[in-house]
């Protein structure tokens, strides 16, 4: 095997916290403009982006189901309307102020959620049939937590977590339910490698709400995927942004592998690994603020050769960005991290 092929083998030891041949690069998603500006060409189809992640020098491929969280296009009460492409081909509507679509019991009752039979898992297939032997897929889902405030909007889960704990019960209850059942179902797919939640609980300088709300309604949820992935012999990976100190511990207790992305602004990430060095690997950190998106090359270069010296010893390391590549990234910016580390990633680092 050349020196830069793709290795899920690699990625594998990374994950648990091993020493591999070379730091592995982990992202959760790429901007499909990033991926045609690297290979100089379009990318329109599967076969397309299979090539980018192996040119690029990726061991693994992340994939998603296709699932609408609500069907039946109820409309909240009041807040602003935000739509943001999250991803190739799929979009997210939510409104983050104000009342959303469920305030009461009434509304929860009334909701229509997504069954089992709506859920499309033909693009994993398509990936599936389409990588190498030597790579595997991740498959990928998320937002428990994000999904039942955005349903509520967040004034009136804050409220309802005094005033009607109850209905966040439920809510957790269903949502997690929904979520759990798309990441059991992937696991028993072909070519599954690893399985990756997905969850923002935190700004820069602390957690969205208390610890002990993820601890009594989020955790057990996660837990359960951490078991799932252990039944199946396949590493966990959970990505939040933001400073997570508070809830660190917890995130160890659910069976996590990995973490993702270790926000430079949020937490020092050589603090972090010494912290669950051997319990956890880490992923990520290389700024989107300014290295990646500002910076001149060079830059991104002696950072991301920084990292390979103070993070990657020892093993448990995954290079990569502080949260996901996006279209403003520049392209000889993202071309600067990815040969680096192909470059100088190798064990023992000599830098």
Not at 61 to 80: A, E, H
Not at 85 to 113: C, P, Q, V
Not at 238 to 263: F, K, R, T
Request: aromatic share 12%.
């Amino acid at each position: 095997m050349k020196k830069n092929e793709p290795d899920y083998q690699r990625l594998r030891t990374a994950l648990y916290c091993g020493q591999p041949d070379r730091v592995p690069l982990l992202e959760l998603h790429i901007d499909p403009s990033i991926q045609e500006k690297f290979l100089g060409r379009p990318v329109r189809t599967v076969a397309g982006t299979v090539d980018f992640y192996i040119q690029a020098g990726y061991d693994a491929i992340r994939v998603y189901p296709l699932i609408d969280m609500n069907p039946g296009k109820f409309q909240p009460k009041d807040g602003k309307r935000h739509t943001e492409a999250t991803d190739e081909d799929r979009e997210r509507n939510w409104f983050s102020e104000g009342k959303g679509i469920i305030t009461n019991m009434e509304e929860f009752e009334k909701y229509r959620w997504p069954k089992p039979d709506d859920v499309d898992y033909r693009p994993i297939e398509e990936y599936a049939a389409a990588i190498p032997d030597s790579m595997k897929l991740i498959g990928q889902y998320g937002d428990i937590f994000t999904w039942v405030w955005e349903i509520m909007g967040f004034e009136t889960f804050s409220y309802a977590l005094y005033e009607n704990p109850e209905l966040i019960r439920l809510m957790f209850d269903r949502v997690g339910g929904i979520v759990y059942n798309l990441f059991e179902n992937m696991v028993n797919m072909d070519k599954m490698g690893a399985l990756w939640y997905s969850d923002d609980l935190a700004f820069q300088n602390g957690l969205f709400t208390k610890p002990e709300v993820f601890r009594r309604h989020l955790f057990p949820w996660m837990k359960r995927i951490g078991d799932l992935c252990r039944q199946y012999n396949i590493p966990f990976i959970y990505h939040s942004d933001g400073n997570l100190w508070e809830v660190m511990d917890d995130i160890i207790a659910c069976g996590v592998n990995a973490l993702q992305p270790i926000e430079p602004q949020a937490m020092d990430i050589v603090a972090v690994k010494e912290k669950v060095k051997g319990k956890m690997c880490i992923a990520g950190n290389m700024d989107l603020e300014y290295l990646l998106t500002r910076a001149p090359a060079g830059e991104v270069a002696e950072k991301t050769r920084e990292l390979l010296q103070k993070v990657a010893p020892g093993g448990g390391y995954c290079m990569g960005s502080a949260n996901t590549v996006p279209n403003y990234v520049k392209i000889e910016n993202y071309r600067a991290m990815v040969e680096t580390t192909l470059k100088f990633g190798w064990y023992p680092i000599t830098l």
